[in-house]
T-cell receptor
């Protein structure tokens, strides 16, 4: 059990650029979640996958955001045409199949849009 | 929709003392889970304690315990013998029991706890 891994840890980009983050969940965890957290606030749910199926998307997730989990293992979160309001910590978490409803979080990707 | 409310933005406690953090939630579900997560300055979210709603017995983990009042929809965290390393943001969270959709974890706004030497 190596934990949830996120890459990169930090990303600085200019407004209007596209960015992509990667999350590797704990092996054999079939649920994967993406959250966004701004300073001083709790994590806000963005989307989650069960295996490769994207089961839920928050209304917070605008059309500029897209997430994939093509083989039910790692996931990517892409933000197109970034805006300064996208600056936040993006957290990934994974969870075992059922009966153990708890999330294991990665260290997050801190995005700064200049 | 489920909501989680933490009414104490900041709290402080002397080292070795006891502190209680409050959390209330709103849901129409009967079967769910409640959590307290800790987020130190490193921003790594760490699970502190978990409570299953169908269990009447309050969960405990070493110095951490909860007071779960299902009818009142209240879920407070008690930290005994506070240590400097307990300084962190503490988030209360709710997760519905189930296998399908709408099964994400919802968080409160957090309480910043400072343990003073």
């Amino acid at each position: 059990d190596t934990g949830v891994s996120q890459d990169p840890r930090h990303k600085i980009t200019k407004r209007g650029q596209n960015v992509t983050f990667r999350c590797d969940p704990i092996s054999e965890h079939n649920r994967l979640y993406w959250y966004r957290q701004t300073l001083g606030q709790g994590p806000e749910f963005l989307t989650y996958f069960q295996n490769e199926a994207q089961l839920e998307k928050s209304r917070l997730l605008s059309d500029r955001f897209s997430a994939e989990r093509p083989k039910g293992s790692f996931s990517t979160l892409e933000i197109q045409r970034t805006e300064q309001g996208d600056s936040a910590m993006y957290l990934c978490a994974s969870s075992p199949r059922t009966g153990v409803e708890k999330l294991f979080f990665g260290s997050g990707t801190q995005l700064s849009v200049l | 929709a489920q909501t989680v409310t933490q009414s104490q933005p900041e709290m402080s406690v002397q080292e070795a003392e006891t502190v209680t953090l409050s959390c209330t939630y709103d849901t129409s579900e009967s079967n769910y889970y409640l959590f307290w997560y800790k987020q130190p300055p490193s921003r790594q979210m760490i699970l502190v304690i978990r409570q299953e709603a169908y269990k009447q017995q309050n969960a405990t983990e070493n110095r951490f315990s909860v007071n779960f009042q299902k009818a009142a929809k209240s879920f407070s965290l008690k930290i005994s013998d506070s240590q400097l390393g307990d300084t962190a943001m503490y988030f209360c969270a709710f997760m519905k029991h189930g296998r399908g959709d709408n099964n994400d974890m919802r968080f409160g706004a957090g309480t910043r706890l400072t343990v003073k030497p």
